[in-house]
């Protein structure tokens, strides 16, 4: 990309079967994270693929709107995380040095 070399790493999330039905691939699995999908307005997920450098919370830690919540570098960049929510800390689904995506929350925080 505009001239630098881009690693990228690609793996199949599902195989087309003639049949028109879909199966998981050995990949997805092997590759597929335990951590929950973001799918509630506390869910703190970070803005692009990356490593989490920090976690700032505890579970049962009160926390602000907006406050930050965890570190993640990605391209040698360091993306603080912040709370969506003001509430409580209920769950922290990554620990530092863990590859995080976008589509998977690093901490959920619950209304208080």
Do not use: C, W
Not at 13 to 35: D, M, N, P, Y
Not at 48 to 67: A, N, R, Y
Not at 80 to 90: L, Q, R, T, Y
Request: glycine share 10%.
């Amino acid at each position: 990309m505009n001239g630098k070399l881009e690693e990228v790493q690609l793996y199949p999330i599902a195989e087309a079967l003639v049949s028109g039905q879909a199966k998981q691939s050995g990949a997805a699995q092997s590759f597929g994270s335990t951590r929950p999908r973001p799918e509630k307005e506390g869910d703190a997920v970070p803005p692009m693929p990356g490593k989490v450098s920090k976690i700032l919370v505890k579970e049962g830690d009160k926390v602000e709107k907006g406050q930050t919540v965890a570190i993640v570098e990605a391209m040698k960049m360091e993306n603080e995380i912040h709370a969506p929510i003001s509430g409580i800390v209920k769950g922290i689904y990554a620990q530092p040095g863990e590859n995080i995506t976008p589509d998977e929350v690093i901490v959920r925080i619950e209304p208080a």
